[in-house]
């Protein structure tokens, strides 16, 4: 029996961040719900696995299993309500429905943050998950390399990629470009606060490597728990308060409602990085008029991620050709699967009468010739590919066929 790709999907498109964390799959829990998935849908011959923040995603390649049945097993693995929790999914049952999905997922078009680049190494991930598994299948894997030659004309041939649009991430790369890349690592950097944009930081941290963090916060057990999860150290708020800050090369403040919480900073004569990611703004303005001082606020990093935004939205029309364009060619694999598998079948088999013939009839062999003959009864065989060849009509097609 053919098979078929499916997928089902929760993502924030669908469902609040609440009802997604309910469906969060860690990565303790992967491979226990794989083996749960294989021992429950024998037939499944390829599973990807996606798990983000935004998005919980099932692929499977099956001849049997629909996405229905994929999603009710989810729901109950996860010992949620199904009559609730049933259309918060995404589903499809069709190879080139699932195949487009993927490709506008795998692309960042789905993203909360269009153009999101991190979602391809995820998927990256979810890939090398299901090869360990040895569950990549042969649908399922045409089409992961349907979706990184996409990624890559996107990157090669458009503006998609260029840039970023995260606050975040953009704070982290100014301290590379301000430093240089050689010098960065040996910055000692403080990041004051604990909530969503610190978080980020840390996220992001993982992509530059900076090792000499240290994080302070009003509260200071959520600087505790960020600094045991991250493997930085705690700076002591008070001393905040005070602007004490020897010794650092980078301040980045993102403090809630701690308006002009720098005001002062002592003159080491050394270059000195801040970067205000707070609103109402955490540090003085008037600090930039120091020599030493370089100074960013939401405005100035603003400017840059508005014109990547531009920018990217400008590039959507070219990414959806690109993975239209993939699209197609994946069709036209899938569609010629059966022929491949009739061919593969019998060109072993042709090949061997084909040497039968010859010797029989006397025919000197060559390597060649015989190839060639293969070949051409090949290619009228391929007529008779949509139905089983009758007994003795492959002798007879070659003997018509041969020369």
């Not at 690109?322 to 061919?343: G, Q, T, Y």
């Amino acid at each position: 029996m053919s098979k078929t790709l499916r997928f089902i999907s929760i993502s924030h498109k669908t469902a609040s961040v609440s009802k997604r964390e309910e469906y969060h799959i860690s990565d303790r829990e992967k491979n226990s719900l794989i083996t749960l998935i294989r021992t429950t849908f024998p037939d499944i011959a390829g599973l990807l696995l996606l798990t983000t923040c935004n998005r919980t995603e099932i692929y499977i390649e099956t001849s049997e299993t629909t996405a229905i049945e994929l999603r009710d097993l989810l729901v109950n693995y996860k010992n949620r309500n199904l009559i609730l929790d049933k259309n918060l999914f995404n589903l499809s049952n069709s190879t080139e429905g699932t195949v487009k999905h993927l490709l506008e997922v795998s692309s960042g078009l789905e993203s909360s943050i269009v153009g999101d680049a991190e979602i391809i190494h995820q998927i990256k991930k979810a890939h090398q998950l299901a090869i360990a598994n040895q569950l990549q299948g042969s649908i399922l894997e045409r089409a992961m390399q349907t979706i990184f030659k996409s990624h890559k004309r996107i990157s090669n041939e458009t503006e998609f990629r260029d840039g970023t649009t995260s606050v975040a991430y953009k704070s982290l790369k100014m301290i590379s470009d301000t430093f240089g890349k050689g010098h960065r690592q040996s910055k000692k950097i403080l990041f004051i606060g604990a909530g969503d944009i610190v978080k980020q930081l840390f996220k992001y941290n993982s992509k530059f490597d900076y090792n000499d963090i240290y994080i302070s916060n009003r509260t200071e057990g959520k600087a505790i728990i960020l600094a045991k999860r991250y493997g930085c150290s705690v700076y002591p708020w008070e001393k905040v308060l005070q602007n004490e800050f020897i010794g650092f090369d980078v301040l980045i403040s993102a403090a809630s409602n701690c308006h002009r919480l720098i005001n002062n900073i002592v003159n080491e004569n050394k270059k000195l990085l801040l970067i205000d990611l707070a609103l109402p703004s955490n540090i003085n303005k008037e600090l930039i008029q120091q020599s030493n001082v370089t100074l960013y606020d939401l405005d100035t990093i603003s400017v840059g991620l508005e014109n990547t935004r531009e920018r990217r939205i400008a590039s959507i029309s070219k990414v959806d050709k690109i993975n239209e364009e993939e699209l197609r060619a994946f069709s036209v694999w899938h569609r010629e699967a059966p022929l491949r598998e009739f061919l593969a079948e019998h060109k072993i088999l042709v090949n061997k009468k084909v040497k039968a013939y010859y010797k029989a009839n006397g025919i000197k062999e060559d390597s060649a010739e015989i190839t060639q003959s293969t070949n051409r009864v090949m290619r009228k065989l391929i007529k008779h590919f949509q139905e089983p060849l009758k007994t003795n009509e492959l002798d007879t097609i070659i003997a018509k066929h041969i020369f």
